[in-house]
């Protein structure tokens, strides 16, 4: 094992493959984006090179500055809800036997493989006024009679909370099944009761996973754009279905591609953010 | 009065019995070790008097009060873990002051508080250390300290220093024994580890397969087991299985041994701690002694150990060097095993029956 820093073209050989394969990738299509959003469009659907601001002037307006800060409240709230469901599942799922354990697992890994589309039509059917939930509810006496609950910003959320969910336990997982649980017992003798325990011990000793998880969930909800228009009404429209909605309906790439760059710029600010708070927290 | 009370305490895990009736009372003050191999239900005892584990069986009390039932976190003892458990998101002092923060204790009065109880376990200025950034030893304390942070009625330790070097096990047995004795408080430790338990404990509690066995005195476990398996267990031991004739003597492999205040005629199992064997370098008989032939010595500088073959069975005696017999191996030595040493015990397991 070589221990000091390479040096030579030959030491480093061995990150060279990947580094290639992350710049053809990754690093030439996102900068092939950041300069399509310069371009200037020609009417008829293409572009032509350019260095104008139009793409990014244009965005600048009261509809697109609503349509980012609902995408990004959306992103956010899901990422909440499905990490504050999934945690506590998760918690459940590490202290059950082995055999239940993969049991749980290889199910959670079959939604997984569910595509975008399956999963937005189930839930509008679920939650549909003819076949939905509501009848089940009206059947036991709850309700008066049955509603359509989709599309609907309830809708959106729980679709959106459904796909994300797998992730935060997978990624959650891990972390929570290294985690030593007489660290819980340790509050218990000290005065804590298993609720206390739980969000005085378990929560802050987890608190970078719990961060990085709720992160993921967030990007990861900021990129759907076919479930907000599946299970959405027009107005939970996130800037994702703007963006497919100028590069593929309207074949505007230079502005979809200005949209998409302002937006991975937005989530990187938050992220960045999220990070800096969550450091200073943990020194204190 | 008694300060805890065990009666009958079991634990069964489906067929599985941990803990056989656990029946014992400890009264205040008392330094008590449950000492047994891996695997003999004393962790689980334990556990079930923190409040850990259900019991599947019996009761629980402290100064007259049924705690059976109790939750752990309205019991007031401290424990410290075998992994110890530190939280690893708080720096030292705040470890020691979560129970503090717990009870809703002002953040002032936490600092001073836990910086009193570093002091205490020799751990001064150390409030703000990360965990991660502590020795085993200091960790050791931190979870010392955290446990004693709220003056617990009762003070737990499962294997607290199986973690630590022998050296430093040594030190912390004694430090852990003044500062139980400083601090007056009730304490009961688990532990695999005999020198441990006959360093700190006012009561050696030893368990076998979900068993108490003897619960007595570090001495009296020493010099009048309760049966083979505590005589075995405690220190080096010889067993001879014997017959008793009634009449105060005692047939063993090689000769008759007469120990006055035996009663009862029945096979008995014979215990005698090899410092209590008398080594003869000649050949003659007399009470209580046994023709043997010198095997083997070893010599270990403060004590010698000397092997003898008695009628087909290892008997292994230790001298202090001036006492040692100047035969070579393969002599014919004679071995006394003095009345007063010996404790005969039953076969299967049992109480003891007194030689002496």
Request: charged share 15%; hydrophobic share 50%; glycine share 8%.
């Amino acid at each position: 094992m070589i221990r000091r820093p390479p040096r030579t073209l030959a030491e480093h050989a061995p990150i060279l493959f990947p580094a290639l394969m992350l710049i053809v990738f990754f690093v030439i299509p996102f900068g092939l984006m950041i300069a399509v959003s310069f371009f200037r469009r020609v009417q008829g659907g293409f572009y032509e090179p350019d260095f104008v601001l139009a793409n990014y002037e244009r965005f600048l307006s009261a509809f697109f500055g609503n349509v980012l800060s609902f995408s990004l409240m959306l992103a956010g709230l899901v990422a909440v809800v499905a990490v504050a469901i999934a945690f506590p599942f998760t918690y459940r799922l590490v202290r059950l036997p082995h055999p239940a354990q993969v049991r749980w697992l290889v199910f959670l890994l079959s939604v997984l493989s569910l595509s975008e589309v399956i999963i937005g039509f189930a839930w509008s059917t679920l939650l549909s006024r003819t076949a939905g939930i509501t009848n089940l509810l009206v059947a036991v006496g709850l309700m008066e009679a049955p509603q359509s609950l989709s599309p609907g910003f309830g809708a959106l959320l729980a679709g959106l909370v459904y796909q994300a969910f797998p992730y935060t336990v997978l990624v959650l997982y891990p972390a929570l099944a290294r985690f030593d649980f007489s660290l819980m017992e340790a509050a218990r003798t000290l005065g804590s009761s298993p609720a206390r325990a739980f969000f005085t011990v378990l929560v802050p000793a987890l608190r970078n996973t719990i961060v990085g998880t709720v992160i993921m969930a967030f990007v990861f909800a900021l990129g759907s754009y076919l479930l907000p228009q599946l299970l959405g009404r027009p107005q939970h429209w996130t800037l994702s279905v703007l963006i497919t909605d100028q590069a593929i309906y309207q074949s505007n790439m230079p502005f979809a591609a200005a949209m998409a760059v302002f937006l991975v710029l937005v989530s990187l600010a938050l992220v960045g953010l999220a990070l800096i708070l969550g450091r200073r927290e943990g020194s204190q | 009065m008694s300060a805890l009370v065990l009666d009958g305490l079991a634990k069964r895990y489906g067929s599985v019995v941990a803990v056989h009736g656990a029946t014992l009372r400890i009264p205040h003050g008392q330094f008590v070790c449950l000492l047994g191999p891996s695997g003999c239900g004393k962790t689980t005892l334990l556990r079930m008097i923190a409040g850990l584990e259900e019991p599947s069986g019996g009761r629980l009390f402290i100064d007259d009060r049924n705690i059976t039932e109790m939750p752990a976190h309205k019991r007031d003892f401290g424990m410290v873990f075998q992994s110890l458990a530190l939280f690893p998101h708080l720096t030292a002092g705040e470890n020691v002051a979560y129970p503090l923060r717990i009870r809703g204790v002002s953040a002032a009065d936490q600092r001073k508080r836990a910086a009193e109880l570093l002091d205490m376990v020799q751990l001064p200025g150390m409030a703000d250390r990360p965990v991660s950034k502590l020795s085993g030893g200091q960790r050791q304390r931190v979870a010392i300290a955290r446990a004693l942070a709220l003056s617990p009625k009762l003070f737990l330790l499962d294997e607290p220093l199986s973690a630590l070097d022998a050296k430093l096990r040594e030190a912390m047995q004694i430090e852990l024994k003044q500062l139980q004795q400083r601090l007056g408080i009730t304490t009961i430790v688990v532990t695999h580890d005999q020198r441990e338990a006959m360093t700190m404990a006012d009561l050696v509690v030893v368990m076998s397969q979900g068993r108490i066995h003897q619960a007595a005195s570090p001495v009296e476990v020493y010099r009048r087991p309760a049966d083979a398996f505590v005589a075995d267990f405690i220190g080096m031991t010889n067993l001879l299985e014997g017959e008793a004739a009634g009449n105060g003597t005692l047939s063993v492999p090689g000769g008759t041994l007469v120990l006055p205040e035996m009663t009862g005629n029945s096979r008995v199992l014979l215990s005698i701690r090899p410092e209590d064997v008398v080594v003869h370098g000649n050949a003659e008989g007399g009470p209580n002694r046994l023709a043997g032939r010198l095997s083997f010595v070893r010599d270990l500088g403060a004590s010698v150990e000397l092997r003898i073959d008695v009628a087909g069975r290892e008997i292994v005696a230790v001298a202090h060097p001036k006492d040692r017999p100047s035969v070579a191996p393969g002599s014919p030595v004679t071995v006394e095993l003095p009345p007063q040493a010996c404790v005969l015990l039953p076969l299967a397991t049992g109480h003891a029956e007194r030689a002496a």
